[in-house]
Structures are given as C-alpha cells and as structure tokens.
C-alpha cells in the first residue's frame, strides 16, 4: 500500500513540473506573437491526502473440541470439563472464536449439548459438530 502511495506521490510531482512548463512555453508562445497575455492564476499543485495505514483484522480464532467416549480434548490437549470451561471463557473473551466440536460415533449426544452449551455460556457464538477423519 505505501509502495502506492509513493507512486502516486511521484506523479504528482511530475504531473506539477509539466503543468509548470506549459504555463511558461504557453506564456512564452504569447509573447513571440504579440498577442496580449492573459492572467493566469499561478499553477495548483495538488498534494494526495494523507492515508492512514490500517492493520488487517487477525484472522478469527477457531477452538477445536475432540470428543470420543471418555475424553475431551482442546487441540489435542486432554482437559477436564471445567477446564474447558475456564478455556472457552478465555478464548470468548481474547476473540470471538469459531468452536468446532468433533465427536466420534460413540460419544453420547447429551455430551455434545454439554459441550456446546459450556461455549454458548461462555459467550460463543460461532459453533460446529461434526465428525472428525481420524477417529
């Protein structure tokens, strides 16, 4: 963007030095033919406005929760319920994470209402089920 920014920076100073010569080779044509000159404001130069940088937005968080018969997992770190609990709560307030919950076939469904009901608590908003390739 700055690189834009410079180049625009350069055509302008280029575009003001032409401008600049036509008011003289114009003034100067009018005074070879003997014709009157006219008044002419002085040149404009035009300067860019300044820009102001702005960052790109991070890229959104996502959390994933591996769930089989007896575990659960955040990124493949084995927790206990209320510790993913207190991990979504941090997570929910750091950023506003996506939360993916992968669950095996053999994980009981009111398992996954538990789950998703720890993120919705925690202030999630953004959430997923589905199964996961590997399990």
């Known amino acids: 963007m700055q690189a834009s920014i410079s180049r625009?920076?350069?055509n302008l100073v280029v575009l003001n030095k032409q401008l600049a010569q036509m008011e003289?080779?114009?003034?100067?044509?009018?005074?070879?033919?003997?014709?009157?000159?006219?008044?002419?404001?002085?040149?404009t130069h035009v300067q860019a406005p300044p820009v102001k940088v702005v960052p790109p937005p991070d890229k959104p968080s996502r959390v994933a929760i591996t769930l089989t018969a007896g575990t659960i997992a955040i990124d493949d770190?084995?927790?206990t319920l209320d510790e993913l609990r207190t991990r979504l709560d941090k997570a929910a307030a750091e950023t506003k994470p996506t939360v993916v919950?992968?669950?095996?076939k053999d994980v009981d469904p009111a398992?996954?209402?538990e789950i998703t009901?720890?993120?919705?608590?925690a202030g999630i908003t953004q959430l997923g089920v589905t199964k996961p390739a590997a399990i």
């Open 101 to 104: 919950i992968q669950a095996s």
């Open 111 to 113: 398992r996954i209402v």
């Open 24 to 43: 003289a080779r114009s003034a100067e044509l009018q005074r070879e033919k003997g014709t009157p000159q006219v008044a002419t404001a002085p040149a």
């Open 8 to 10: 625009i920076e350069e």
């Open 77 to 79: 770190e084995v927790v």
């Open 117 to 121: 009901d720890a993120a919705k608590t």
